[in-house]
């Protein structure tokens, strides 16, 4: 079964601190991409960040990164200089048959000031 | 970056009417669309697979005659809820496939989503 986990539904992080969210992931296939996509209030669901999973790179973009470990089927995010537009519900993906996604439960990230 | 549209985004209607539902993308071209269903503080439910030029495929548990998909062009596939009903209310959102050959960029973008309120 291909499967996503989040186990983590809520976390909180102070501004400017740094917070990371878990993900895991299950699927017998070799090369596919994962993303992390974040839901703000508004709704409109926004990528924060992929990552293919030939590449043992880890990726980053600005304030957001990722620990990627293939063997551990383990993709987290961290968000460093945490800032109060975060606040929103982040979700772990990965795609599959060229281009179908599975999400996870999601994980509601709170940025307080 | 690639932009995905959704109309409308807000529709109130009476149960028993249809409603249809606009995806569009606005600056490239996508084979491929996605139709999801999101219930409050869950994740989103994929409902079918929107082909354009051919059928839709649509996951288990969801009716094909209630949910009708048409991907007539690149960039426009519509979503008609069939006489709707109270249970129908949700929030849906429209994703569009987005393949970069070069760099084997490969995302799907999200429209803002419709709020769909059946009475």
């Known amino acids: 079964a291909q499967t996503v986990t989040q186990s983590q539904p809520e976390m909180s992080v102070q501004e400017a601190e740094t917070v990371t969210l878990s993900c895991t992931y299950d699927?017998?296939?070799?090369?596919?991409?994962l993303f992390w996509y974040k839901q703000p209030p508004s709704r409109q669901m926004i990528l924060v960040i992929r990552?293919?999973?030939?590449?043992?790179q880890n990726a980053t973009e600005n304030r957001f990164s990722v620990n990627f470990q293939k063997a551990a089927k383990s993709f987290s995010l961290k968000i460093s200089d945490s800032q109060l537009g975060d606040t929103a519900m982040y979700f772990c993906?990965?795609?599959?048959?060229?281009?179908?996604?599975?999400f996870g439960a999601g994980t509601i990230l709170r940025v307080k000031s | 970056g690639a932009v995905v549209s959704q109309h409308p985004s807000w529709v109130i209607c009476k149960s028993g009417t249809s409603v249809k539902i606009e995806c569009r993308s606005l600056?490239?071209?996508?084979?491929?669309m996605f139709w999801y269903r999101q219930f409050p503080k869950q994740s989103l439910m994929l409902m079918a697979t929107?082909?354009?030029?051919?059928?839709?495929?649509?996951e288990q548990g969801v009716e094909k005659d209630k949910f009708l998909i048409n991907h007539a062009s690149l960039t426009l596939s519509t979503l008609t809820v069939t006489s709707a009903h109270p249970e129908d209310s949700s929030f849906y959102i429209c994703?569009?496939?987005?393949?970069?050959?070069?760099?084997?960029?490969?995302?799907?973008?999200f429209g803002p989503g419709t709020r769909l309120l059946v009475l």
């Open positions: 994703s569009a496939f987005h393949r970069v050959t070069s760099g084997h960029q490969e995302t799907q973008y």
């Open positions: 699927t017998s296939e070799s090369n596919y991409y």
């Open positions: 990552q293919e999973a030939y590449k043992q």
């Open positions: 993906a990965f795609m599959i048959g060229g281009n179908k996604l599975v």
């Open positions: 600056d490239f071209q996508a084979t491929t």
């Open positions: 929107s082909n354009e030029g051919s059928k839709a495929t649509y």
